[in-house]
């Protein structure tokens, strides 16, 4: 069993940045590939970005070149180091783990086996 807890949204102007963490329970962090995904008032929950065991990353398109995954699996953390943030990245995001034996990652919502609470990113034009 794992728990999540994500941390470190808020209100931030249009161009401006926001880091989001995850928090992990567990000692078995590094066996999980993780992911960020969100959800806009009155839309479906989307794929963000995704780190896997040893490192590897995807984005959505949406958000290449301005989101940056990362994790620490030291301090069972999941990141999400957001810049150049747009009115339409205004979401609930959450952090997912996804427990797997080798290297890659996952974009598929019901890929993943644990969900944080989510955490509210809005940003204003």
């Known amino acids: 069993q794992v728990q999540l807890v994500e941390s470190g949204g808020g209100l931030v102007q249009a161009g401006g940045s926001l880091r989001l963490s995850c928090a992990a329970s567990?000692?078995?962090?590094?066996?999980?590939?993780m992911g960020w995904f969100r959800q806009a008032p009155g839309k479906d929950r989307e794929f963000v970005a995704t780190i896997g065991r040893i490192g590897g990353t995807y984005y959505a398109d949406s958000v290449k070149g301005r989101f940056t995954i990362s994790r620490d699996n030291a301090k069972n953390t999941v990141s999400l180091q957001m810049n150049n943030l747009k009115p339409e990245d205004t979401a609930v995001y959450y952090c997912?783990?996804?427990?797997?034996?080798?290297?890659?990652?996952?974009?598929?919502?019901?890929?993943?086996?644990?969900w944080g609470q989510g955490t509210q990113v809005t940003v204003s034009s």
């Open positions: 997912a783990a996804k427990w797997n034996s080798g290297s890659r990652y996952y974009v598929v919502e019901n890929e993943y086996d644990y």
């Open positions: 567990g000692r078995t962090f590094s066996l999980y590939a």
